[in-house]
Nanobody, 123 residues
Framework: QVQLVDTGGGLVQAGGSLRLSCAASGGIFSTYTMGWFRQAPGKEREFVAAISSIDFTNYADSVKGRFSISRDNAKNTMYLQMNSLKPEDTAVYYC?????????????????WGQGTQVTVSS
């Protein structure tokens, strides 16, 4: 059983930066595709970014050029560096793991989820 703990959220002004972390335990981290999703109040959970087992990355159009996903297999940890934050980035951010290892962008393709961390961007 894989357990994910996502941390690093907080309150930041527009234009600021935050780095989210997702620590994994159980399973073989290096073989998983890892992803970030977010859910704003009243909206569905949406894809933000993903990194495959061979470090191929993919981003939602809304965050391209501002967010960067990475992983450290030695630490069983994934990161999301968020720069130039906007108020519309405000949401609960969830990390997720998919055991297939390929590039996945749909919520249903992920097997395990973190508890979520709140990101609030003030204008």
């Amino acid at each position: 059983q894989v357990q994910l703990v996502d941390t690093g959220g907080g309150l930041v002004q527009a234009g600021g930066s935050l780095r989210l972390s997702c620590a994994a335990s159980g399973g073989i981290f290096s073989t998983y595709t890892m992803g970030w999703f977010r859910q704003a109040p009243g909206k569905e959970r949406e894809f933000v970014a993903a990194i495959s087992s061979i470090d191929f990355t993919n981003y939602a159009d809304s965050v391209k050029g501002r967010f960067s996903i990475s992983r450290d297999n030695a630490k069983n940890t994934m990161y999301l560096q968020m720069n130039s934050l906007k108020p519309e980035d405000t949401a609960v951010y969830y990390c997720a793991a998919a055991t297939g290892g390929l590039m996945y962008v749909r919520r249903g393709e992920y097997n395990y989820w973190g508890q979520g961390t709140q990101v609030t961007v003030s204008s």
